[in-house]
């Protein structure tokens, strides 16, 4: 059954630095999403993408992160600058359409600590 | 942003009994809900959905019930398994909007059945 992958499973990296996460959607998807859950809360919509555009971003999604298909299979989140509080698992999701009863699917997650 | 609330952070269900799950929303411009589950150290994996023209979706064990008047919706398991004990999300989808897809997650219930 196909899946979303994501790389590396847990990163750690020091306050300030760029880390870019890498998603491998589902092939045939059009539709591709990243998520985050900061350890007791609730899952939160950063970004979708479509058409190697952004479609939508949330008030999370600042400056400070990016989202990139660089290539045919993988699509990437980069934070440029980390802070204490992008600590959190990041998921990716693809789905075949954006709306229309689609069902979005999920990786795996990475598991990003900022010391 | 509390557009999608769980209430429940934990239930705990014997093996064959029915667990059911409640949801709700603020936002009556959603018109799509789908629940996830979710395993430790895994992405959440999609459930079961169900459209807003519809107030009964069913799945094998699983049927989500939708009431639209109280912007509620619950998920019931029947009958329940050990297997079943993960976290479960609910959340929901604006599809008449500007949004391409983005989901509004609730914060979870752990559901743990027990034999």
């Known amino acids: 059954e196909p899946e979303v992958t994501q790389t590396p499973s847990h990163q750690v990296t020091q306050m300030g630095q760029e880390v870019i996460l890498r998603c491998v959607p589902i092939s045939n998807h059009l539709y591709f999403y990243w998520y985050r859950q900061i350890l007791g809360q609730k899952v939160e919509f950063l970004v979708s993408f479509y058409n190697n555009e952004i479609s939508e971003k949330s008030e999370i999604f600042d400056d400070q992160f990016s989202v990139e298909r660089p290539d045919g299979s993988n699509f990437t989140l980069k934070i440029r600058s980390t802070k204490l509080e992008d600590s959190a698992m990041y998921f990716c999701?693809?789905?075949?359409?954006?709306?229309?009863?689609?069902?979005?699917?999920f990786g795996p997650g990475t598991r990003l600590l900022v010391l | 942003d509390q557009q999608v609330k769980q209430n429940s952070p934990s239930l705990s269900v014997q093996e064959g009994r029915i667990s059911i799950l409640n949801c709700d929303y603020t936002?009556?411009?959603?018109?799509?809900f789908l629940w996830y589950k979710k395993y430790p150290a895994e992405g959440p994996t999609f459930l079961i959905s169900?459209?807003?023209?519809?107030d009964k979706n069913e799945d094998g064990r699983f049927t989500v019930f939708l009431n639209k008047s109280a912007k509620h919706l619950s998920l019931h398991i029947v009958p329940s398994q050990p297997g079943d004990s993960a976290v479960y999300f609910c959340a929901a989808r604006d599809d008449r909007g500007s949004t391409l897809g983005r989901l509004y997650f609730g914060r979870g219930t752990q559901l743990t059945v027990w034999p």
């Open positions: 169900i459209s807003s023209i519809k």
């Open positions: 999701a693809s789905s075949d359409a954006g709306r229309e009863w689609e069902t979005q699917y």
């Open positions: 936002n009556s411009m959603f018109d799509y």
